[in-house]
């Protein structure tokens, strides 16, 4: 199985920081990533189907697909 590229993991390493505001999160995605939020987040949650980015980031990705499968059962 292919490694996830530098674009991903950077996107996982990101997602694992705390940030104090949705604001300045999403200034950050812009300034350091260099992405629209809105692809930031579809690139996050395809992330999160990725069997690679669990192994790379187990703690985060299951952490956000908890948060995803709660919001989901909220609907």
């Known amino acids: 199985m292919e490694s996830l590229g530098e674009r991903e993991k950077a996107v ?4 694992g920081r ?7 999160k999403e200034r950050a995605i812009r300034e350091e990533l260099d992405l629209a939020p ?3 987040y ?7 189907d990725d069997p690679r980015a ?4 187990p703690v985060t990705v299951n952490r956000l697909r908890r948060v995803r499968e709660e919001r989901r059962s909220h609907r």
């Open 12 to 15: 996982l390493a990101f997602e």
């Open 38 to 40: 809105v692809r930031y």
């Open 54 to 57: 669990l192994e790379a980031a």
């Open 42 to 48: 579809q690139l996050l949650n395809a992330l999160l």
């Open 18 to 24: 705390g940030f104090e505001s949705p604001g300045a």
